[in-house]
Structures are given as C-alpha cells and as structure tokens.
C-alpha cells in the first residue's frame, strides 16, 4: 500500500525549534515530489514547497520561503520540515504529499497530517 | 504567483441535487488545475487532475471541465458523502497554488 505517515503532534513554545516528518512507503520515494501544504485553523490549504528526494531539488512558494527549511533523507524515504523559531502563527495542521513527477499531475496521496500548536 | 479564485465559496444543497463548482485562474494554466475534496479532520482527497481526469477510485458522478483560466467541477447527483469542501489547485507553474475553497453544505 502506498502511503505516507507524517510524526505526531507538536506543542512548543514561541522560540523553539522543531522538525517534524513525512515518511513514504509502498512506492520509490525518491522518483517522487513530496509537497508540503499547510491549513491554519479554520482555513485554506497553502503549499509551502516540495521536494524531489531523488536529487534533493527545492522549490519554496515565496511566502515561504526563509521561514520554512525542507530537506529529505532519502535512505529512509522521509522527508522534513523544520522550524529554526517557531511563532504563534504557525500554529497550524501540516501536511504531506506525493507529487507524481508527470507534467499535470496532482497530489495523489497524502499524509494524516502533524498538528502544531505555538502557544507560550 | 498564479491567483485562484472559486465560486461560490458556500452552497447549500439536497442530496440528488446537481452542483457546480467554478475555479478562475489569474493567468492561462493551460489544462493543470485539480480538484481536491476535505472533509472535517481529515487530510484533503485527490479527485479530478489534468481539468477532467478523473482520480481511480474516485466516483463517476463527479467530472471536470475547463482550459485556460476558467475550470468547472461538476458532482452529478449529490450524494450524503459528498457534503465536504472542495479546493482547486493550479499545477502549472511554481509556487503551487490552491483556490479559497468551496464548502457544500446540506440544505
């Protein structure tokens, strides 16, 4: 069965760093995209990135970028994302994504997801 | 950044209705928009890629349609497990984006 299993939830505080992690399985990790999506509560779906485990190639949404780090181990099929900093703001429900290579293809599996909550 | 818009972002609807769902993208995405569905707590559900491939698995009485910048998901007869809501996502060009959501809601 093809699937991705994400870490549990977090709770931290404002300051703190965390790294939480996305890990496939059932299918060649490395010839895939993983994205990476966040929901705040309450509200929409916003890709941070993706990542191509097979030759580590990254692409942050502007947004993103500098406030987000995504990095992938492909020996172990997992991929990361990490926070040097957390904030209130990111409180929020992360997700996962396999992303075919195919041009038009879409995110076909996704993980249940890791909540994290920022709160002092 | 390529902006979605959806509409309407909430209706309300009785089971067996017909229901469309617009999306308009800010610039041509040729045909590489998808739809997803997310029902409360749970992760979001590929339904339909490329405009109108619909995703294996999922129902037939759910089709899309559209090319350029205005995009169409189109649920034949609504179902009890249909009430959910619905995003597009544009898959043309980075960053990916994803519309502001369409929530159907029971009547």
């Known amino acids: 069965e093809v699937q991705l299993v994400q870490s549990g939830a977090e709770v931290k505080k404002p300051g703190e760093s965390l790294k939480i992690s996305c890990k496939g399985s059932?299918?060649?990790?490395?010839?895939?995209?993983i994205g990476w999506v966040r929901q705040m509560p309450g509200k929409g779906l916003e890709c941070l990135g993706i990542?191509?485990?097979?030759?580590?190639?990254?692409r942050y949404s502007p947004s993103f970028q500098g406030q987000v780090t995504i990095s992938a181990d492909r020996s172990i099929s997992t991929a990361y994302l990490q926070w040097s900093s957390l904030e209130a703001s990111d409180t929020a429900m992360y997700y996962c994504?396999?992303?075919?290579?195919?041009?038009?293809?879409?995110?076909?599996?996704w993980g249940q997801g890791t909540v994290v909550t920022v709160s002092s | 950044d390529i902006q979605l818009t959806q509409s309407p972002s909430f209706l309300s609807a009785s089971v067996g209705d017909r229901v469309t769902i617009t999306c308009r993208a800010s610039?041509?995405?040729?045909?590489?928009l998808a739809w997803y569905q997310q029902k409360p707590g749970k992760a979001p559900k590929l339904l339909i890629y490329?405009?109108?491939t619909l995703q294996s698995g999922v129902p037939s009485r759910f089709s899309g349609s559209g090319s350029g910048t205005e995009f169409t998901l189109t649920i034949s007869s609504l179902q009890p497990e249909d009430f959910a809501t619905y995003y597009c996502?544009?898959?043309?060009?980075?960053?990916?984006?994803f519309g502001p959501g369409t929530k159907v809601d029971i009547k």
């Open positions: 994504a396999r992303y075919p290579p195919g041009l038009g293809d879409a995110f076909d599996i």
């Open positions: 059932g299918y060649s990790f490395a010839n895939y995209w």
């Open positions: 990542i191509y485990p097979g030759d580590s190639i990254i």
């Open positions: 610039q041509d995405i040729t045909n590489y």
């Open positions: 490329t405009a109108s």
């Open positions: 996502q544009q898959l043309n060009s980075h960053p990916l984006t």
